[in-house]
């Protein structure tokens, strides 16, 4: 890419610069062709399928590094939990019991009612809202524990109903994160299993003998587990798999670029395929933001500095386009999981935003709000998926089937057109079916 800072750490690049080649990289970052990765992975959904817990435990000790001497052993039992909340301190239980009331009430707010309207007299027609038998939800636990996405997950599927939940997650030596198991006890998850990866997807895609088969899989992983949920599509409802994290901030010359600076970086540190953009219409204050990066990317600890400083090396920059106008432009061309707005009259300018994951408006609303506690889900579409689908909601664990009342007068009034075009297309069945409920009794 056509740098035009001196400094290599934090690149700035003139939109009006961008080859094509080097837009695509930006624009696809990441994002995994499932199509790389299918060969190495379909043996595993394969073996899962045809021997369940033999090939299960021989995948978790081969990935996840964890020996089980029995297939029993990889479902959380109870002692486990009640040691877990003996473990973490009094502040982080609190802090979590606070974001799942958050989490609670916002999903609370999106279930949709249940509702009949009569499009005609003697037709009447409705939509049910029913929830799904049992989830599947995932968890990683890979670079780091997280609480935060077991809670997204599973408050929400619980606000909307579903009645049976489990979490795969892998553990560390046959062990989870306290904090983890809290929160899911906390949410109201009834099974807990320590399998991670490739095969944890397989498992609950599938079912074994002690992982149950759900009807849908919601939670994010790497490039493998999004593979995975990708090709488990015919076998279990999968909304969208989401990929590594990123976030774009979209800020003028009246941003604090310190500001900026740690929104651009906050996304970018959670691994080295994430990605952390700025977008902004002024050189002389993208100037300003990258002197603040580099400071703040020297402070930071590892393994996060170096996550950063590798995606800064791939898909994170500073862009400047020549207006705001096409910063927003190309906000909505990258379609970010994240993005962050700190501009003059920025909630004028969130009405201009069509593709993004969540958007976090003004100088006070940072994406670490979102990602831990403000409410909306957490989980959200990556790679540019943001043009076309959301993040996970109480919709993600819905089924909302049709329905049709209609009384022996109103299919009377619909007789002539029902025959008309079931006539047309074909099919004098369905003529008949409407038909038969006319004629005479016939007598035995």
Not at 94 to 100: E, H, L, Q, V, Y
Not at 215 to 230: E, F, H, L, N, R
């Given at each position: 890419m056509k740098c035009v800072s001196k400094n290599s750490e934090v690149k700035i690049i003139k939109l009006s610069s961008f080859s094509e080649a080097e837009r695509a990289i930006v624009l696809t970052r990441s994002k995994?062709?499932?199509?790389?990765?299918?060969?190495?992975?379909?043996p595993i959904l394969k073996d899962i399928k045809l021997n369940g817990n033999k090939a299960l435990i021989k995948?978790?000790?081969?990935?996840?590094?964890?020996?089980?001497?029995?297939p029993k052993?990889?479902?959380?039992?109870?002692?486990?939990i009640q040691e877990a909340y003996k473990t973490i301190p009094p502040q982080l239980l609190?802090?979590?019991?606070?974001?799942?009331r958050n989490v609670n009430k916002f999903a609370k707010t999106q279930l949709a009612k249940e509702y009949y309207v009569q499009i005609e007299p003697g037709l009447i027609a409705g939509r049910r809202v029913v929830p799904i038998d049992i989830a599947g939800l995932y968890v990683p636990g890979g670079k780091a524990v997280?609480?935060?996405v077991m809670v997204m997950l599973a408050a929400t599927a619980r606000a909307a109903g579903v009645k049976n939940i489990i979490v795969c997650t892998p553990s560390k030596d046959g062990k989870l994160d306290p904090a983890t198991l809290v929160a899911a006890d906390l949410c109201g998850v009834d099974k807990i299993f320590k399998i991670g990866g490739v095969q944890a997807i397989a498992a609950?895609?599938?079912?074994?003998?002690?992982?149950?088969?759900?009807?849908?899989?919601?939670?994010?992983?790497?490039?493998?587990?999004?593979?995975?949920?990708?090709?488990?599509?015919?076998?279990?409802?999968?909304?969208?798999?989401?990929?590594?994290?990123?976030g774009m901030v979209l800020a003028d010359t009246t941003?604090?670029?310190r500001f900026v600076a740690a929104d651009m970086l906050q996304e970018a540190e959670h691994g080295p395929d994430s990605a952390g953009i700025v977008v902004t219409d002024s050189m002389e204050f993208a100037e300003k933001v990258r002197k603040e990066a580099v400071e703040l990317l020297e402070k930071l600890p590892e393994p996060r500095k170096g996550y950063v400083k590798e995606n800064l090396r791939k898909y994170s920059c500073i862009i400047v386009a020549e207006t705001f106008g096409d910063a927003i432009d190309f906000v909505n061309e990258y379609a970010p999981e994240h993005l962050q707005i700190t501009c003059k009259n920025a909630r004028q300018v969130l009405k201009r935003?069509?593709?993004?994951?969540?958007?976090?408006v003004g100088e006070y609303s940072p994406m670490s709000v979102g990602n831990f506690i403000a409410g909306p889900n957490a989980v959200l579409p990556t790679g540019g998926d943001a043009k076309f689908i959301s993040g996970v909601s109480v919709d993600t664990f819905l089924k909302k089937p049709t329905v049709e009342i209609v009384s022996k007068k109103g299919l009377g009034r619909l007789r002539k057109d029902i025959a008309c075009i079931s006539d047309f297309e074909g099919f004098p069945t369905h003529t008949y079916s409407v038909d038969v409920r006319f004629e005479k009794k016939r007598r035995c």
């Open positions: 995994t062709d499932i199509l790389d990765i299918a060969g190495k992975i379909s995948y978790i000790r081969k990935f996840d590094g964890a020996e089980f001497d029995s052993d990889i479902e959380v039992k109870q002692p486990e609190k802090t979590i019991r606070r974001c799942i997280y609480p935060s609950m895609a599938f079912g074994t003998e002690t992982v149950p088969k759900v009807d849908v899989i919601a939670g994010p992983g790497g490039p493998y587990v999004s593979a995975a949920q990708k090709l488990l599509r015919e076998e279990v409802r999968i909304d969208f798999p989401p990929g590594p994290s990123e941003a604090n670029p935003i069509k593709n993004a994951g969540t958007v976090c």
